[in-house]
T-cell receptor, first 111, second 112 residues
Framework: GENVEQHPSTLSVQEGDSAVIKCTYS??????FPWYKQELGKRPQLIID?????GEKKDQRIAVTLNKTAKHFSLHITETQPEDSAVYFC??????????FGKGTRLHILP | DAGITQSPRYKITETGRQVTLMCHQT?????MFWYRQDLGHGLRLIYY???????DKGEVPDGYVVSRSKTENFPLTLESATRSQTSVYFC???????????FGAGTRLSVL
């Protein structure tokens, strides 16, 4: 069935180091892959998204890569800062009009 | 953010009672979504709507009912609340299906 797997569930990195979160999806027709960040007690907010016609997209310290053949995509955060601590969700489009979210990764930035 | 409003923000109810969570948007976005968020499960889609009078099931629709008689409102009703429906509920809107979703502040529901 429709599924998005996300790993790891928890990630701790030293401030200034890089963080990588990986997701796989089941529907080969998926063509839209957003990433959302949710700070503690807040609502999820989009941080970056990628469509299947590109393999990589960058926005300052954040980048997303997509491998359609392997059906996986990743979020890369470089030069991590304390404010990067949050839960991150990947998602993939399913069918024509909905997206399915992964279970989330809790990222801790250690001082 | 003020363009999407959820009410109430907090709700305590008892098993068997009917509860309605409200979602209102001022952007005239076509799409509206209801998610529930539980520890270990992330965000799970309950129902969504592509336009007024069009609704469809998501991943976990059982026990929930939705309607969309007007573009700006998308209420979610628990017809007979169960303890397993204790959760944080988020409403979201989007201009198009494969586009950025804007989330409301959420409703924390406790079913005792």
């Amino acid at each position: 069935g429709e599924n998005v797997e996300q790993h790891p569930s928890t990630l701790s990195v030293q401030e200034g180091d890089s963080a990588v979160i990986k997701c796989t999806y089941s529907d080969s027709a998926s063509n839209y892959f957003p990433w959302y960040k949710q700070e503690l007690g807040k609502r999820p907010q989009l941080i970056i998204d990628i469509r299947s016609n590109v393999g990589e997209k960058k926005d300052q310290r954040i980048a997303v890569t997509l491998n359609k053949t392997a059906k996986h995509f990743s979020l890369h955060i470089t030069e991590t800062q304390p404010e990067d601590s949050a839960v991150y969700f990947c998602a993939a489009s399913m069918g024509d009009d909905k997206i399915i979210f992964g279970k989330g990764t809790r990222l801790h930035i250690l001082p | 953010d003020a363009g999407i409003t959820q009410s109430p923000r907090y709700k305590i109810t008892e098993t068997g009672r009917q509860v309605t969570l409200m979602c209102h948007q001022t952007w005239s976005h076509s799409y509206m979504f209801w998610y529930r968020q539980d520890l270990g499960h992330g965000l799970r889609l309950i129902y969504y709507s592509a336009a007024a009078d069009i609704t469809d099931k998501g991943e976990v629709p059982d026990g929930y009912v939705v309607s969309r008689s007007k573009t700006e409102n998308f209420p979610l009703t628990l017809e007979s609340a169960t303890r397993s429906q204790t959760s944080v509920y988020f409403c979201a809107t989007a201009e198009a299906a494969k586009n950025i979703q804007y989330f409301g502040a959420g409703t924390r529901l406790s079913v005792l």
